[in-house]
């Protein structure tokens, strides 16, 4: 038996968290650099909940909504460049997983004189500003986790970073700010946490203790199913997918995620396919790849799911995310050179060859 396990993160998970917590602000400074998109901040009440209190604090703040989805290096260096002239003392990254990935970006910036490209090394002399993260999604588990995802026009495809420093150090998870997502977003973000919950349970790298936050997050994700499937999202199904999403986050965390999110970022990249998405119409082919690698635990996920195969759970996924795109193979044979470069590939349960991911993408995907 062996394993590690530490989470840097504090969290705080309750309705109203922002203004209860406001006294946890106090300790990161003067001055906060609000990281956030063009609308979710204002939408889900969180910017106003928090500009609010960061006024009776007596903190000083700037908003900086540039953050598109699925966030640019460059984005992420014109927002460094901002949070260093305002001299922010720490930083707010309030939003999907989107505007929390760049906040990560932006805080080692702020701290560090180097070029953005060198964000990939994982080294930086200084350590990044403080960053506080503010979920609107319920998906990416960001807000727990140290990865920040950026696209990379330069290479045509998304890359990672992050290191122990870059974990938030506060998380202010009200799921209140999540009941304004329309239903594709709240389907897609929700497919992206249980792809966490999965490709963290089917990883070489998976541990005890990994497996305890992965295979919740599978439970949480399954009993929320029926409410995303009506498209009946109350209260309860609100609160159940943010924990969900917070358990993928701490499991991938530890293990880093597989073969489904190399794979999706080229359908994310070159296709505008939401991330989520994009993960959910490789899942059922994953599934089918990975099964004679790890028999008993896809079954326990079925089971979980209280499905009786793959072929029922490929179809569930399919009303959900239904993809009318067609590709062509030149297209896939592109896609798979692409995924081949993820460093998460290597830890996907079962060994994948160049051939497997293209076949993968083959049989998810319309011809
Ligand atoms: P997102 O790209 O942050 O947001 C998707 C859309 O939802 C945006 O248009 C956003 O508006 C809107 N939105 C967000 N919250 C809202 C709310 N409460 N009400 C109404 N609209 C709202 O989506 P995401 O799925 O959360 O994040 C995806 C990104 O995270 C991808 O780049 C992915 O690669 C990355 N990711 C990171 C990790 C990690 O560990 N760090 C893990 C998985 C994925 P705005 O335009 O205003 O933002
Ligand atoms: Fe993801």
């Known amino acids: 038996m062996i394993f590690q396990y530490s989470l840097p993160t504090k969290i705080l998970f309750e309705e109203g968290c922002i203004s209860k917590n406001k006294q ?16 979710s901040g204002k939408l889900s009440g969180a910017l106003d909940d928090i500009t609010c209190v960061l006024d009776e604090l007596n903190i000083k703040y700037y908003i900086f909504d540039k953050v598109e989805n699925n966030p640019t290096l460059e984005s992420v260096d014109m927002g460094g460049k901002a949070a260093k002239e305002f001299s922010a003392d720490f930083i707010v990254g309030l939003g999907g997983g989107s ?8 805080a080692v910036l702020a701290a560090n004189d180097i070029n953005p490209l060198d964000l990939f090394t994982n080294e930086f002399n200084n350590k990044p500003l403080p960053i506080v993260a503010i979920p609107t999604t319920a998906g990416t588990g960001s807000e727990v986790t140290p990865y920040s995802v950026l696209t990379r026009t330069d290479l ?18 009200d799921p209140k700010y999540t009941m304004s997502l329309n239903r594709d977003i709240t389907v897609n973000t929700a497919v992206d946490a249980f792809s966490h919950g999965v490709e963290s349970y089917l990883n070489k790298k998976s541990t005890i203790m990994s497996d305890i936050f992965a295979r919740q997050c599978i439970v949480e994700f399954a009993a929320a199913l029926p409410a995303l499937v009506k498209n009946e999202m109350d209260g309860s199904a609100r609160n159940r997918l943010l ?30 396919i939401p991330h989520g998405k994009a993960n959910g119409l490789l899942m059922k082919e994953y599934f089918d790849f990975n099964y004679p690698a790890c028999r008993e635990k896809i ?11 793959t072929g029922e759970f490929g179809k569930v996924m399919w009303s959900l ?39 993968i993408y083959r049989k998810s995907l319309k011809a």
């Open 156 to 173: 045509q495809t998304k890359k990672s970073f992050g290191n122990i420093d870059t974990f938030p150090k506060l998380a202010l998870m």
């Open 243 to 272: 924990y969900c999403s917070m358990l993928g986050g701490m499991a991938i965390s530890h293990t880093g995620t597989t073969i489904v999110h190399a794979m999706g970022y080229s359908l994310t990249y070159f296709r505008g």
């Open 99 to 106: 505007p929390i990935d760049a906040a990560k970006g932006i």
């Open 24 to 39: 946890e602000l106090v300790s990161f400074g003067r001055k906060a650099f609000i990281v956030t998109g063009k609308s």
């Open 299 to 309: 079954d326990d996920i079925l089971a979980i799911m209280g499905m009786k195969n």
């Open 321 to 359: 995310l239904n993809d009318e795109q067609t590709y062509t193979d030149s297209e896939l044979e592109k896609y798979t050179d692409y995924a081949m470069q993820q460093r998460s590939v290597s830890k996907n349960i079962a060994e994948a060859s160049k051939e497997d991911l293209y076949n």
